[in-house]
């Protein structure tokens, strides 16, 4: 094998004298291959290792030996796998789903090289290597295994699918390590030469570990000490760092930069003297060129850790810790499978707001809190005691009369400007903390949509560092699996600590009981593992909910071992199969019952909805009018409907609304109203014209949190006994007995759905003596509507329902 056939195909730092290179093929001559480092300073002796194969199987999943092939798991990949979980190892040879079938497969739990792995040894013939194939984990229960995205044969296909590539050339022996006697900087471009091949162009030499890995404890953002400011910043390949600071917004474009120094390898730092309370800040960053560098020293970067913004341009405001005291009262949100959410955006909630107000007062945290406080609040009347804000944080609305779902953020820290009184006078701050103290006076709980997968334009992390905070594709260009055109990296430690303090802040600063993570997918089990250990040692009660999907994949199995609950996708599109007679009986016990088994380990880790801020409203997707608009909903939708909130609010977890579906809201068939206001704000009007439906949700609210209700509220998983099921015949109609074996105290609950337009019955051998009918699918029946008539009964023989009906009825113990 001659040198000129060979490349180098991957070079990177692991610390700060120790790296990686990585060949085109594995490397056969007993000499070292002619490799140099470039560097601007003295790297001292390097010193050349072969790496070793068996340790690069960890990092890479396989390594052979002649015919000898070894698949090898590294458990620390996935922490979250217990070690007597079967792993299997699937791939374009064994039929990838088919894996877990066969023992074949089976990956055996062993010591490797002095670490515990899981280990598959096969003799194979020489061609089954030089095909080349796809591989991946997966476990006994069908959850693949995550493949580390530093491992040097992973690969990402365009579905998004991450997988192992083993190649036949590349087994090991192609990998080297190099260790250099003095420390290498990271504010040049760094390069690995092929020597003795001038026409060989150097490779880039990129921080992997040193950079992605290292930690900074220090403070960051503005920091008064009442000697003056401290502004430090993280920006490890920056070569220079300026501070622009002015008492007046009048001065921004004249305010002189003044240079900061190092502070070590990550951070910079400058400390000037005097008060600086409100005034304005910008920082400015310059450093290496190239595609994986954004650097530009006349773009003014709002700091990440500003506490607050005139805007998503900056620039941010000079907040001391005295100014953030408020004093709450002490609140204590609900157990999780005591809860029922509904999803919000401030401005939909108080756009219409039948309460006096000025027209600046309505665009945000003041006009709601006004809203909150009046006597005839909305989600008082309808009883639930937990609202899901939509974003407030800082995002990239251009100007304050735009309207913005917020999934855009521009800062993690500061809340939305055009949701303030006074942005330039940071009144946000203030305006957040009555809001959420009103709240809780009326006893709801507080969770904050945030988004930590990609962030809005400008993106200020770019010009700090694009390398650093973003996903990248070979070519230096953004990875976008969030589909809003960049992904954040959140597995690197200093981004992860962007997220960790400014949900910490959060909390703290503004006493919210919870989150919802966007496309937590992209976010990470891991890191979603850290915001769980920081929240919980704040506030042991707090609330936090994922969207386990992104374009990439799904992480809802993965999050079954930790403390999250999750939006649960397949409730919300198995009810709308069901309900247009599509689905069956085994999906409607499976969501019924909380999910069990592949989604939720307990019960309130499935948050059951059917309509969120995305897409159409419910009554868009499931109206017989042409164009998706139930604008006009006709008799079927509505009882369709009414189906659909006994679904949501008779099934085990976290039932969850979007404001305004309990009148039947339309977006008059719009799927993707982000920035559409007039569309999305809540009618109060119409809510009183649908009296009948909004008044049958709040009646299964109070009914679900009521003592008779118990059975529906599971903290933990019953025995197989607690359910009873019933079904039609050549139907899928279906009833569900809960608390059948007496297990909990309190009454027993049947609940019958029948999404058929034909009547049906269910074979039953009970005294309907004992039952009380509670609810229809028209109206719930109190002590003060006994002998109205209804199409759901009860007989000795049968549970009989008529078209599109559904009853639940009560058996008080005893």
């Not at 620390?76 to 374009?92: K, T």
């Not at 595609?291 to 000079?318: K, M, Q, V």
């Amino acid at each position: 094998m001659s040198e000129s056939e060979l490349f180098i195909r991957e070079a990177r730092l692991e610390d700060t004298r120790r790296g990686i290179v990585e060949l085109s093929r594995d490397w056969v001559e007993d000499r070292d291959p002619p490799l140099r480092l470039r560097t601007s300073r003295d790297p001292g002796n390097v010193r050349w290792q072969r790496m070793d194969p068996a340790g690069w199987a960890l990092r890479s999943g396989f390594t052979a030996f002649g015919r000898r092939l070894f698949f090898v798991w590294d458990p620390r990949h996935a922490p979250w796998v217990g070690p007597d979980e079967e792993i299997f190892v699937a791939g374009d040879f064994s039929g990838w789903g088919d894996a877990v079938l066969s023992d074949r497969w089976l990956l055996r739990q062993q010591e490797w090289f002095g670490q515990a792995a899981a280990v598959l040894e096969l003799r194979v013939h020489p061609e089954f290597l030089k095909r080349g194939f796809r591989f991946k984990f997966v476990t006994g229960e069908g959850q693949w295994l995550p493949v580390p995205r530093e491992s040097a044969n992973w690969e990402q296909d365009e579905e998004g699918n991450e997988n192992y590539r083993l190649e036949a050339e590349r087994t090991g022996a192609h990998t080297f390590a190099f260790e250099a006697g003095n420390d290498i900087f990271l504010d040049e471009q760094l390069a690995v030469e092929w020597g003795g091949e001038e026409s060989v162009e150097p490779f880039p030499l990129w921080p992997n570990q040193v950079f992605t890995k290292a930690l900074d404890t220090g403070p960051l953002g503005a920091i008064p000490d009442g000697k003056g400011t401290l502004f430090r910043v993280f920006a490890p390949r920056a070569d220079q760092l300026w501070v622009s600071c002015f008492a007046s917004l009048s001065e921004k474009h004249k305010a002189k930069k003044v240079p900061m120094e190092r502070d070590g390898s990550l951070c910079w730092k400058i400390h000037l003297p005097g008060s600086h309370q409100g005034w304005y800040y910008w920082f400015f960053a310059d450093g290496p060129d190239g595609p994986w560098s954004h650097f530009d020293p006349e773009h003014a970067i709002l700091d990440p850790y500003a506490r607050a913004t005139i805007g998503p341009n900056g620039p941010g405001i000079i907040v001391p810790d005295e100014a953030l005291k408020f004093k709450f009262t002490p609140f204590q949100p609900p157990c999780w499978h005591d809860l029922t959410v509904v999803e919000a955006h401030v401005r939909d909630l108080v756009a219409k707001a039948p309460v006096k107000m000025k027209k600046r007062e309505r665009e945000g945290f003041v006009g709601l809190r006004k809203w909150v406080e009046a006597e005839d609040f909305y989600l008082s009347e309808l009883g639930t005691n937990g609202v899901e804000l939509q974003p407030l944080q800082e995002n990239d609305a251009v100007h304050r009369s735009e309207y913005h779902w917020g999934y855009m953020t521009i800062n993690f820290f500061a809340p939305e400007s055009s949701y303030s009184l006074r942005p330039d006078k940071a009144s946000g701050i203030r305006e957040l903390q009555e809001l959420v103290e009103a709240f809780h006076q009326r006893g709801q709980s507080v969770i904050v949509d945030v988004v930590y997968n990609h962030v809005g334009v400008p993106g200020h992390l770019l010009y700090l560092d694009k390398y650093y905070y973003f996903e990248l594709a070979p070519d230096g260009s953004l990875e976008n699996w969030s589909g809003c055109g960049n992904d954040l990296r959140t597995s690197a430690t200093m981004t992860r600590r962007l997220i960790l303090d400014s949900l910490e802040y959060w909390v703290k600063v503004f006493n919210v009981d919870g989150f919802r993570f966007d496309l937590a997918e992209l976010v990470g089990v891991e890191t979603l593992r850290e915001v769980e250990k920081r929240l919980k040692a704040i506030k042991p009660g707090i609330i936090l909910i994922a969207e386990p999907w992104s374009f990439r994949g799904h992480i809802a199995q993965a999050l079954r071992s930790t403390g999250f609950s999750s939006w649960n996708d397949g409730f919300r599109d198995f009810v709308l199969e069901y309900l247009r007679e599509e689905g069956n009986h085994d999906g409607l016990r499976y969501f019924l019952t909380g999910s069990p088994e592949h989604f939720a380990a307990w019960p309130a880790q499935t948050v059951n909805y059917c309509e969120s801020h995305d897409d159409y409203t419910w009554i868009d997707r499931i109206t017989e009018n042409d164009d998706h608009n139930g604008r006009h909903p006709t008799d079927l939708d509505r009882r369709r409907s009414h189906l659909m909130a006994a679904m949501i609010m008779g099934s085990v977890g976290i039932p969850m609304f979007h404001a305004g579906q309990d009148y039947l809201h339309s977006k008059e068939g719009d799927h993707n109203t982000y920035q559409k206001g007039h569309l999305n704000a809540i009618d109060y009007d119409l809510m009183n014209e649908r009296g009948d439906s909004h008044r049958y949700f709040a009646h299964w609210i109070r009914f679900r949190r009521s003592t008779a209700g118990r059975a529906l509220r599971l903290g933990r998983r019953p025995a197989d006994s607690f359910f009873r099921f019933y079904y039609g015949e050549e139907n899928s109609a279906m009833a569900v007995h809960f608390n059948a074996n007496g297990e909990i105290p309190g009454p027993q609950l049947l609940l019958a759905i029948n999404p058929h337009t034909h009547p049906v019955h269910m074979k039953w051998e009970e005294n309907p003596h004992s039952w009380r009918l509670q609810a229809d699918a028209d109206r719930f029946f109190w002590d003060d509507e006994e002998g109205v008539e209804s199409g759901a009964l009860l007989t000795p023989e049968a549970i009989e329902l008529g078209p599109v009906e559904c009853g639940l009825w009560v058996k008080e113990p005893g």
